[in-house]
């Protein structure tokens, strides 16, 4: 007896959203001055001059005083918020930024069906939570199934996206909503540890969400794949401290990927060549990780243009900014009437050293 076959997941829809404030060129400008050291204060504006981003946002307002970082006043030198105060602040800013994503998403014309809502995030946790709040908020059936992927870093929309196309494959009739919600320049710390602010260069805050479903249009999800580089376990780090999250991102990092990434690119391309992508959303942790990825994959061309814009424009906003990538490319190939069938590579790094990717094709328009 032949056994039917399983269904086909796919993001039907992605929406964005971002919080007010520009705060690039004040992070830039401000940081140099909890480094102690002449020298570290030129190197860290060197990697300001060649990071390639133009915008971040967050909720603190830049205030115009070059020696105050936020016009709340949130920031103070010498007495930087403890895990509290950040936790506060995230529940006070979190559920509407996830509603302004939604609906981008057009959340609207689809919430009587939604069964199951995944939410990611690794800046922000209470309870209950953002996950009860937006079932609350959208009016979803009580049953609605809900989980939340927490503390995974970048790669956490990877893992989301998985466990949709799990549920869609067991349970065709499932519509997924996920939301992944970073306020990253939340924990931004008083230190003169390099690594430490460069956080102050690159992250920012950010929410996407998508639809998941078996309705055959937008992006099909067609596989998965994990990849931990062994040795690396140290090189990206993010513990609970007691002035906020403490994030440590090694300069190593871009190296590792680079000379992690050819082993292993047979089978996360699971039989294709790279040559066969056309498609690469790649997460824009950073500049010298996209370089890294290029040299690790090969000739690109400018198929890394997209997570080039988005990082320029963005910055790395950790769990949503792939999915800004991937944004991107749905709206390019629904607005150009394309039809589908282009098969797409998605990547996201973070704590392990863990890639996490994606195989998709972009199904008819």
């Not at 800046?123 to 809900?146: C, I, K, M, N, W």
């Not at 997460?283 to 370089?291: M, Q």
């Not at 990082?311 to 991937?326: I, Q």
Request: some cysteine.
């Amino acid at each position: 007896m032949l056994q039917a076959s399983m269904p086909t997941a796919y993001i039907n829809a992605i929406g964005t959203a971002v919080p007010a404030h520009d705060v690039h060129d004040k992070f830039v400008q401000y940081a140099p001055q909890l480094l102690t050291d002449e020298r570290l204060r030129k190197l860290f504006r060197r990697m300001a001059d060649r990071c390639q981003i133009e915008h971040r946002y967050s909720f603190f307002a830049p205030d115009p005083d070059p020696a105050v970082l936020d016009s709340g006043g949130f920031f103070q030198r010498g007495s930087f918020p403890d895990t509290a105060t950040r936790m506060k602040f995230y529940e006070n800013h979190a559920l509407d930024l996830a509603m302004e994503s939604l609906d981008a998403a057009g959340i609207k014309a689809h919430a009587a069906e939604i069964t199951h809502l995944i939410v990611t995030s690794c800046t922000g946790f209470y309870a209950p939570g953002l996950d009860l709040q937006l079932a609350h908020r959208l009016g979803l059936d009580p049953s609605v199934e809900r989980t939340l992927i927490g503390f995974m870093g970048c790669y956490a929309a990877m893992n989301a996206l998985k466990l949709a196309r799990h549920i869609v494959r067991s349970e065709p009739r499932s519509k997924v909503a996920i939301v992944n919600l970073e306020l990253c320049t939340l924990h931004l710390q008083e230190t003169a540890n390099i690594e430490e602010v460069l956080s102050f260069l690159i992250f920012a805050d950010g929410c996407s969400a998508s639809i998941v479903s078996a309705e055959p249009s937008g992006i099909e999800l067609e596989s998965f794949r994990t990849t931990v580089i062994p040795g690396s376990a140290d090189q990206i780090t993010w513990h609970i401290g007691r002035t906020g999250f403490d994030m440590r991102l090694a300069g190593t990092v871009p190296g590792t990927i680079g000379s992690g990434l050819p082993d292993a690119m047979p089978s996360i391309l699971n039989g294709h060549a790279a040559e066969d992508v056309e498609l690469w959303a790649v997460h824009p942790g950073g500049r010298s990780i996209l370089d890294a990825v290029e040299g690790a994959v090969g000739d690109m061309r400018d198929q890394l243009a997209d997570s080039r814009v988005v990082l320029r424009d963005y910055g790395n906003m950790s769990s949503a900014t792939v999915m800004f990538v991937l944004k991107r490319m749905l709206d390019r190939f629904s607005g150009a009437g394309i039809g589908g069938n282009a098969l797409g590579c998605a990547m996201a790094f973070g704590p392990g050293l863990t890639a996490e990717s994606m195989l998709f094709r972009m199904a008819a328009a």
